[in-house]
């Protein structure tokens, strides 16, 4: 099971972090990406990271923007957002590959996704 958490309203050039744990096992040998969904449209791949966290994987709207990152001793994977802008707004949802080799830019290799936390960026 995965919950987010960390979403809210900030203002345009503003920060936040999300958080995502998982519980009722273990996290640590699966990649875990970040997607973003608006209203009337389909899930947008946002940020992935490996198992270790060594590699990572951006959208191109948010790269240099957003970092991935990865706790493994406690189950956690974050989404640091930096200079967000109205085009951020979207709900963000944490998901958990649990096949090793696909592609981590896609959101049908996901096996496992959380409840989404709600990012709103005033202009």
């Known amino acids: 099971q995965l919950q987010a958490s960390g979403g809210g309203l900030v203002q345009a050039g503003e920060s936040l972090r999300l958080s995502c744990v998982a519980s009722g096992g273990t996290s640590k040998t699966y990649a875990m990406g970040w997607f973003r969904q608006t209203p009337g449209k389909g899930r947008e791949f946002v940020a992935a990271?490996?198992?270790?966290?060594?590699?990572?994987y951006y959208a191109d709207s948010v790269k240099g923007r957003f970092t991935i990152s990865r706790d493994n001793d406690i189950n956690n994977v974050y989404l640091q957002l930096d200079s967000l802008t109205p085009e951020d707004t979207a709900v963000y949802y944490c998901a958990m590959v649990k096949i090793y080799g696909l592609d981590l830019t896609q959101e049908a290799s996901y096996t496992y996704w959380g409840q989404g936390t709600q990012v709103t960026v005033s202009s």
């Open positions: 990271a490996s198992w270790s966290g060594l590699t990572t």
